[in-house]
């Protein structure tokens, strides 16, 4: 079992980057692999990035694509999301995910655990 803990996020402005964190606790993090998942008021929960046990594999929402980044470090059980150019709207929660199994898929109910998300908001 492992738990998840989000920080980095805040209000920024329009153009900017910030670099989200999620911290596991366990011996186990690098057998599982990870997504973050971001989530509107009003809207679901959405896939934005994936990353497998190694770090090998990554996928990304179509439209974040060339402007966020997953990476992992094992040795520091994190996983990070850099986010640049960052455009304004409503305040959106980043939420942390992660399962066993090491294939991408980008569902929210295919990942088992979760963190409590960390607020994130851009200003115009």
């Known amino acids: 079992q492992v738990q998840l803990v989000e920080s980095g996020g805040g209000l920024v402005q329009a153009g900017d980057s910030l670099r989200l964190s999620c911290a596991a606790s366990?011996?186990?993090?690098?057998?599982?692999?990870m997504a973050w998942f971001r989530q509107a008021p009003g809207k679901e929960r959405e896939f934005v990035a994936y990353?497998?046990?190694?770090?090998?594999?990554?996928v990304y929402a179509d439209s974040l694509k060339g402007r966020f980044t997953i990476s992992r470090d094992n040795a520091k059980n994190t996983v990070y999301l850099q986010m640049n150019s960052l455009t304004p709207g409503a305040t959106v929660v980043y939420s942390c995910?992660?399962?066993?199994?090491?294939?991408?898929?980008?569902?929210?109910?295919?990942?088992?655990?979760w963190g409590q998300g960390t607020q994130v908001t851009v200003s115009s």
């Open positions: 995910g992660g399962k066993g199994a090491n294939f991408y898929t980008r569902g929210r109910n295919d990942y088992r655990y």
């Open positions: 366990g011996r186990t993090f690098s057998t599982y692999a």
């Open positions: 990353i497998s046990w190694s770090g090998g594999h990554t």
